[in-house]
């Protein structure tokens, strides 16, 4: 899988996308590793490695041209994520959903079909959150986060994997339209250090996604 990259490196071996982030290559057999370092990802201190050096933010691992697990390490509650990707080919345009998961039968970081995750005994009511976007433009159509789970890093989580599955795949650059909620807009504005010039301005406000919320993602 070939990644290009949008500016030079400010480390050897390392590539820059299109946010500024870093990402540093690594074979290991048919396993290729990304690491992504970034000053606006950076993991607080309980998340960082023994060594005391910079720490991924992003730990990606592909086989082949297969995206085989993306860990997020943006705190602890975003590090126990899993991820389910549902394509809908049918879907005009196409589009494609990361379906977050945290129930402990795959490890952290783990990318499974929706073939393999009916295998699992876990159930679309146990989600953490769910992220959709069209792959041929990088358009973000919406994101979700369960009521629950919301101000624990679930929406930037959310982001991040779907961002750097894009990136890894080669397509275009993510960026969001103007139509949202108004849950989406705030979402947005916590979200401007990194995300800062790939939003389109709010031009329609979409109705809450979860029945009974006044703000919703």
Do not use: C
């Not at 946010?19 to 309980?46: C, F, H, M, N």
């Not at 509650?77 to 345009?93: D, G, H, I, S, Y």
């Not at 890894?168 to 989406?184: K, V």
Request: hydrophobic share 40%; no cysteine; net charge negative.
């Amino acid at each position: 899988m070939t990644r290009p990259s949008a500016g030079e490196p400010s480390v050897p071996g390392r590539l820059v996308d299109e946010i500024g982030a870093e990402w540093q290559r690594s074979v290991d057999g048919d396993v290729t590793r990304w690491r992504g370092y970034s000053s606006l990802w950076d993991p607080p201190e309980a998340m960082r490695d023994s060594g005391g050096g910079p720490t991924a933010a992003v730990v990606a691992e592909v086989v082949g041209e297969r995206v085989r697990s993306i860990l997020i390490r943006w705190n602890e509650r975003t590090a126990k994520l899993w991820w389910v990707e549902v394509p809908e080919t049918a879907a005009q345009p196409p589009a494609l959903n990361f379906v977050a998961y945290d129930v402990p039968v795959l490890a952290a970081g783990s990318i499974i079909d929706d073939t393999a995750f009916g295998s699992l005994g876990v159930t679309a009511q146990e989600q953490v959150g769910a992220y959709r976007w069209w792959p041929s433009t990088g358009e973000v159509h919406q994101m979700y986060v369960a009521p629950a789970e919301r101000r624990h890093g679930v929406g930037i989580a959310l982001g991040m994997v779907a961002w750097t599955y894009a990136w890894l795949r080669g397509w275009p650059a993510q960026f969001t339209g103007s139509y949202r909620t108004a849950q989406g807009e705030a979402f947005l504005e916590t979200a401007k250090p990194w995300w800062s010039g790939r939003t389109n301005p709010l031009t329609h406000l979409a109705p809450p996604m979860t029945p009974g919320d006044r703000l919703s993602p």
